[in-house]
């Protein structure tokens, strides 16, 4: 298959309210979005960096840089005959996975496409729908608790916190006792030390699935010193960004979950060979999100359609972040479940109106 031609897109949609974390308050979203046409197929992918370097390294400045000045120009000179040739064009560009990942979906999709499967099945998936959770941001006390009532009422399968150092047992305590003992867990996207292990201690008593990366983005070694001293499971999210990151953490008893992001992983390969190595440890994973656009959701959905993706996933409706997207919505089914699309490739039809209305840069290569 030959690419003839490149799209780069810079897309940025509002929020249906604004999304807390602790590296901050957030209004609204931006991805960049990937078009690859072959002949008459067209494929999709979505970078998922955010536009500031907190969560990761790379912004959707990073990504169109590399995918612009190092990635396209290899594109457009070979053939390919799997999703799997790209990495022959990755292998010398160190790191910038989330800039890899974007152009390799859109790969996985085209070759979905040509095959006229489902992402889903051409991935290898087994399951017709996946378990939705729902991530909640930090937000005042009464508006927190409001927020939880709607999501829970609404059927999502998890409730998710963020927390950060001031806003996380008595957090976790109030919710406990309006709600009870409804399925819970935490998110401090790494803004804790192994000094705050009495926080971790506290939490470590409230019947939480787990604790997501309480400490440092790039440890290791400190959360498996954590992980002995709690009952709870640690999962790491942001220090997981290869099969090498995962194989040790097993071996260091950093965690025993994973959430796995196929954007921070380099793209849905690696994401499958993750979810195969944990899948023979017994060790659970679930598909972690970035706030993602139709595409994006789209291919996080076939991803947790993968067998060992046994718990649920921050993959909610596409209403529990935005108006109008630019494809159909994802809906949440009355039983807490999201359909898995069964067209080809990812499944859902990309909107050029609402795609060129969010649309803030493009470029044809
Ligand atoms: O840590 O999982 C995270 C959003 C942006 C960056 C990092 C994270 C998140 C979320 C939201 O928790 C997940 C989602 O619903 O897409
Ligand atoms: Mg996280």
């Not at 160190?94 to 800039?99: D, E, W």
């Not at 790969?107 to 399951?127: R, V, Y």
Request: glycine letters at 6%; aromatic letters at 8%.
């Amino acid at each position: 298959m030959k690419i003839q031609k490149i799209e780069l897109r810079v897309v940025e949609i509002p929020y249906v309210h604004p999304f807390e974390t602790s590296f901050g308050r957030e209004e609204k979203n931006q991805e960049l979005v990937v078009r690859l046409c072959s002949d008459d197929i067209r494929g999709f992918g979505e970078c998922v960096a955010l536009d500031k370097p907190y969560y990761s390294y790379e912004t959707v400045q990073t990504e169109w840089h590399i995918l612009q000045d190092f990635i396209i120009p290899e594109v457009k000179k070979k053939e390919f005959e799997s999703p799997e040739d790209i990495q022959k064009i990755f292998r010398r560009i160190r790191g910038h996975f989330m800039a890899k990942a974007g152009i390799e979906e859109a790969f996985w999709d085209l070759f979905a496409k040509q095959k006229n499967m489902s992402l889903s099945k051409f991935l290898g998936g087994t399951k017709s729908t996946i378990d939705s959770g729902v991530s909640i941001g930090i937000d005042p006390m009464d508006v927190l608790l409001q927020n939880v009532n709607k999501r829970w009422e609404e059927g999502y399968k998890r409730i998710k916190i963020k927390i950060k150092p001031g806003w996380d047992v008595q957090v976790i305590k109030r919710i406990r006792k309006e709600f009870g003992d409804i399925p819970l867990m935490v998110d401090a996207n790494a803004a804790y030390t192994l000094q705050d292990r009495q926080v971790m201690k506290e939490l470590d008593q409230y019947g939480l699935m787990m604790i997501e990366q309480p400490l440092r983005y790039d440890d290791l070694h400190e959360h498996a010193v954590l992980q002995e001293e709690l009952e709870t499971p640690v999962c790491l999210d942001e220090s997981i960004k290869s099969i090498k990151d995962a194989e040790l953490a097993l071996q260091l008893g950093s965690c025993r979950i994973i959430n796995i992001k196929h954007g921070r992983v380099g793209g849905l390969l690696k994401a499958r060979e993750i979810h195969e190595l944990c899948l023979q440890n017994n060790v659970p994973v679930w598909a972690g999100g970035m706030l993602e656009f139709g595409i994006g959701r789209a291919t996080n959905v076939a991803l947790a359609s993968l067998e060992g993706f046994c718990l649920p996933h921050d993959i909610s409706a596409t209403s529990r972040y935005y108006n109008e997207d630019i494809t159909e919505p994802f809906v949440l089914n009355e039983d807490g479940t999201i359909t898995v699309p069964q067209n080809p490739g990812i499944g859902v039809q990309v909107n050029e109106d609402t795609l060129e209305k969010y649309t803030i840069k493009k470029r044809w290569y």
